[in-house]
C-alpha cells in the first residue's frame, strides 16, 4: 500500500513547490515594480513637479517663452540631456512659433521626431505647466506598460520568465530613456504592440501601429518587419500595401516640415558601406583594450544578442526574430557618435533587440543554454544600476 500510494503523492508535492516558486518569482516582479515607482518619486520637487526628469539646463537664454512662464528644475551641469528639446516642442507641436527653433540644437532633425511632443500637449490639455509634466511622465507611464505588456512573452511567475521580463525592463537603454524623459522608452511600447497584433494576425493594425511610431523615431520603422512573410502573390500585395501604410506618415510629416524649413531634412543614420559594421567593431575593441567595464558591458551585450539572433536565422517565421533582425542590421550601419557608450544612445535605440533576443531566448533556450545566453546579452545592467 505505502508503494503503491507514494506515486500519487509525488505529483502533488511537485505541483506544490512549482506553486510556491511561482509566488516567489511573483512576488519578487511586484516588488521590483515598486522599487521603480519609489525611485521616481525621489524625482519629484514641490513647485517644479517631475521636470527634474527631463534634463533642462540652468539660464533661460535658449527656452521658449511658453517655458520660461513654467517653473521647471534645472541642472548646471550633469543631468542636462536632449528630452529638454522634445520638451519644448511639445509646446510647440505644429512648430508654429520661430522662436523653438532657436531652443533646440539640429531643429529640423528633432521636428522630425514629433510624436511624443503630441501625446504630451494632448494629455496636457494644450496648458504649459500641465504639459511639461505629461511629457516627463510619459517614460514611466511607458515602463509600466511593458511591465503589463512583456509579461505575454516572459511571464514573470517563473525563474526564466522573471529574469528576462527584469532584463528588459531594467535595460540600460530603458532607464536611461526614463531618467531623461527621451523617445525610446514609448517607441518601445509601440513596437511591442506592433509585435503583439502581427502575432494576432491583426497586420493593418501592427502596420498603423509602426507608421505612428516612425514619427517618434525613424528607425522604428523597422517595427514594420513584423508584418507576417508572404506564401502567395496575394499575400505579397498585402505586404506591400502594409509597406507603404508603415512609411506614409512619416512621408507626410517630411512634407510638412518641408513647407516650414525649405530644405533636405533627412539626417538619418550614417551608412557609408565602405564602413559597413566598423565603427561598432571599432567600438567595441576600444572598449576591451582601454579595459573600460561600462563600455564593454554596453557593447558587449548587444554583440551577444545580435549573435543570438543572427544564429537564430531558422526562426525568420516569428515576429520578434524579424524585428531583432532589423535591428541588428541597424547596428552595421549606426554612426560613431551613437555607437559610444558616453552618449547613453545605441541601447535606447536597439532597445527592441534586447527585447527580441530576450524574448526569443525564452522560447527557444534549453537546459543549460539559457542562463549563460541571458547573462552575457544583459551585461548592460551592470552599468544600467547607476543610471536611477
Known amino acids: 500500500m505505502e508503494s503503491g500510494g507514494a506515486p500519487a503523492r509525488q505529483p502533488a508535492a511537485a ?19 515598486v522599487y521603480f515607482l519609489v525611485v521616481m518619486a525621489r524625482f519629484y520637487h514641490p513647485g517644479t513637479g517631475f521636470t527634474a526628469l527631463i534634463g533642462f539646463p540652468a539660464g533661460h537664454d535658449y527656452e521658449v517663452p511658453a517655458l520660461r512662464g513654467v517653473p521647471h528644475y534645472d541642472y548646471s551641469g550633469i543631468g542636462v540631456y536632449d528630452g529638454q528639446f522634445y520638451a519644448q516642442l511639445a509646446l510647440d507641436p505644429l512648430l508654429k512659433n520661430p522662436q523653438t527653433d532657436h531652443a533646440m540644437d539640429l531643429a529640423p532633425f528633432r521636428a522630425r521626431r514629433i510624436l511624443f511632443s503630441w501625446t504630451a500637449y494632448v ?8 504639459i511639461l509634466e505629461a511629457y516627463a511622465l510619459q517614460n514611466v507611464a511607458a515602463w509600466l506598460l511593458l511591465a503589463w505588456l512583456l509579461a505575454r512573452w516572459m511571464p514573470p511567475s517563473t525563474p526564466r520568465g522573471l529574469a528576462a521580463w527584469g532584463a528588459c525592463l531594467f535595460s540600460h537603454g530603458l532607464l536611461w530613456s526614463v531618467r531623461f524623459s527621451l523617445l525610446d522608452g514609448p ?42 512573410l508572404p506564401r502567395s502573390a496575394a499575400d505579397a500585395l498585402r505586404l506591400i500595401a502594409m509597406a507603404i501604410v508603415v512609411v506614409l506618415p512619416l512621408l507626410v510629416w517630411e512634407d510638412y516640415l518641408y513647407s516650414i524649413y525649405r530644405s533636405n531634412i533627412w539626417l538619418g543614420v550614417d551608412a557609408q558601406a565602405s564602413r559597413f559594421g566598423a565603427e561598432f567593431a571599432a567600438g567595441l575593441l576600444q572598449a576591451v583594450r582601454g579595459r573600460s567595464l561600462f563600455d564593454v558591458c554596453i557593447l558587449g551585450s548587444l554583440f551577444v544578442q545580435a549573435g543570438y539572433v543572427v544564429t537564430q536565422v531558422r526562426r525568420g517565421g516569428e515576429a520578434w526574430w524579424r524585428v531583432a533582425a532589423g535591428y541588428v542590421l541597424l547596428l552595421l550601419v549606426l554612426d560613431k557618435v551613437l555607437v559610444s ?48
Do not use: M, Y
Request: hydrophobic share 50%.
Open 123 to 130: 494629455a496636457g490639455l494644450g496648458r504649459p505647466a500641465w
Open 15 to 33: 505541483t506544490s513547490s512549482v506553486s510556491r516558486i511561482g509566488a516567489a518569482c511573483t512576488t519578487i516582479a511586484v516588488a521590483l515594480i
Open 187 to 228: 517607441s518601445l511600447v509601440l513596437t511591442v504592440l506592433a509585435v503583439r497584433c502581427a502575432e494576432d494576425g491583426r497586420a493593418f493594425l501592427a502596420a498603423a501601429l509602426a507608421g505612428l511610431n516612425g514619427l517618434g523615431r525613424e528607425t522604428n520603422v523597422i517595427g514594420g518587419l513584423a508584418q507576417p
Open 341 to 388: 557608450p558616453s552618449t547613453g544612445a545605441i541601447t535606447r535605440v536597439t532597445l527592441p533587440l534586447t527585447v527580441g533576443f530576450n524574448v526569443l531566448l525564452g522560447r527557444e533556450a534549453k537546459g543549460g543554454r539559457f542562463w549563460p545566453w541571458l547573462v552575457a546579452g544583459n551585461l548592460h545592467l551592470v552599468p544600467a544600476a547607476w543610471i536611477l
